[in-house]
């Protein structure tokens, strides 16, 4: 799973790993990670990038080399480890041959220039091939998936989505081996705690015997297998399906989908629900009330959005039913809207991110059969770097909006204080920063 995105303000999806935080990965559990509050688009983009970069070379650029700090680090990591329950010699087979990988530390530091556009992620993200891709999957794997979706309740072409969007259906772990990833980012000073905590629990999981190291690959921030689960939301989640005694979601596909099942089934997937769904806007809709925050903050029932003069894609009434909904634009007012359910918060728990929620429920209909969006993109996508965002911070606090500092992040209170500018100049309130919104505070900046 990685995805990206941005612009938006989300707060950047970052994955939780995916549940807070996120990587790429699931990095559910860990999820504080990343603190990456913000740009979580934008993280996942990268590891997405990781996952797909040709590593290997830039690996071996380097001669491998343990240094001392290295070494003495080990040392003290082997004494943990050792005191935890795994044994010596599982502790010195993962570390055969393992050096800090350069490349990655690189990935870690990397900075995007630019916010990351709604329709930049989307369009990467649901191909046309992947869409049939995951229909055929669909068919291939359907006794698996139907006995899958018995257990947990989650839908077949959820299951695949998931597939779909994290690794292009098993196309993809990423190329890096995974106690080396995480030792690298173990040893690095940035988040070292997290990742010696995913690191140990790696390490438990090879203790056990559910993976040899040779075959333990995942992405640069350490995100395994087909489903890009971190170690701990492995160890919490994973399922040996077919019953030969390993949890194998590199080559089982029987484990990877129970896995996926029964995660979500965990935090609260809903039998037989939907994700949501696009929908239609009146010209005079009032856009304050689309929700800002990751997690939806502004619910009605389906009933209420109809009287709001709310439709179906299609232009169909949507069902007079008391199902709570929550509008998300993450284009803006002139970008497509979506009513999104319970489930669509789920979707979340695996991976932070608005626009990777919409994307596994979009493709998750396309799979299905359902049409393409409606809403096209605009012929330029028009996206803000990094400086203009701070720039447009600046200018909301100068003129008396609140918006959290000045950090580059398009995060939940700098859109509610884009919002609060909106009101004042009578704009459409959809808290979404573009250019357009820029000029517009300079222009009043001006004044
Ligand atoms: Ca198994």
Redesign the pocket.
């Known amino acids: 799973m990685k995805a990206k995105s941005q612009g938006f303000p989300e707060a950047a999806p970052r994955r939780i790993a995916r549940l807070a935080v996120s990587f790429g990965c699931l990095c559910f559990s860990g999820a504080l990670l990343i603190a990456c509050a913000g740009a979580n688009a934008d993280v996942q983009a990268t590891a997405q990038q990781a996952a797909t970069a040709p590593a290997s070379t830039d690996q071996t650029s380097e001669p491998a080399r343990r240094d001392a700090d290295f070494d003495r680090w080990l040392d003290q990591l082997r004494d943990e480890a050792l005191r935890e329950g795994i044994s010596a010699e599982t502790f010195d087979t993962a570390f055969a041959g393992i050096s800090p990988i350069p490349r990655i530390i690189e990935l870690d530091r990397r900075q995007p220039e630019f916010t990351l556009t709604f329709w930049r992620y989307f369009n990467n993200a649901i191909s046309e091939e992947r869409v049939q891709r995951g229909r055929a999957l669909l068919q291939q794997h359907r006794d698996l998936l139907n006995q899958v979706e018995a257990r947990y309740g989650v839908q077949p072409n959820y299951l695949v989505a998931f597939w779909g969007l994290e690794t292009t259906y098993g196309d993809t772990f990423g190329n890096f081996p995974v106690i080396g990833a995480l030792a690298t980012l173990a040893h690095d000073t940035r988040r070292s705690d997290f990742f010696r905590g995913e690191l140990l629990t790696a390490l438990k999981i090879l203790e056990a015997g559910d993976i040899a190291p040779s075959r333990m690959e995942g992405s640069w921030a350490g995100a395994m297998g087909h489903l890009q689960f971190m170690p701990s939301t492995y160890a919490a989640y994973a399922v040996?399906?077919?019953?030969?005694?390993?949890?194998?979601i590199w080559g089982?596909y029987?484990?990877v989908f129970a896995s996926a099942g029964n995660f979500l089934s965990q935090v609260g997937w809903r039998r037989g629900e939907d994700w949501g769904q696009e929908v239609l806007l009146p010209a005079s809709f009032d856009h304050s009330l689309a929700s800002i925050a990751t997690t939806p903050e502004t619910w009605k029932s389906m009933r209420e959005w109809a009287s709001l003069g709310v439709t179906s894609a299609s232009g169909y009434a949507l069902p007079q039913s008391d199902q709570p909904a929550a509008l998300i634009q993450p284009a803006g007012h002139s970008g497509p809207a979506f009513l999104v359910h319970h489930n669509y918060g789920r979707i979340l728990q695996w991976n932070r991110s608005i626009f990777y929620a919409v994307a596994v429920g979009h493709l998750a209909d396309r799979i299905a059969g359902g049409p393409a969006l409606d809403a096209q993109a605009p012929e330029q996508d028009q996206r803000l770097t990094n400086d203009q965002v701070r720039e447009l911070q600046s200018l909301l606090m100068n003129l008396g909006y609140d918006a959290g500092g000045v950090d580059g992040r398009l995060g939940p209170q700098t859109r509610s204080a884009i919002r609060d500018f909106q009101r004042s100049r009578s704009l459409p309130q959809d808290a979404f920063a573009d250019p357009n919104l820029l000029a517009q505070l300079r222009s009043a900046a001006r004044r």
């Open positions: 040996d399906a077919d019953g030969d005694g390993r949890r194998d089982s029987a484990d």
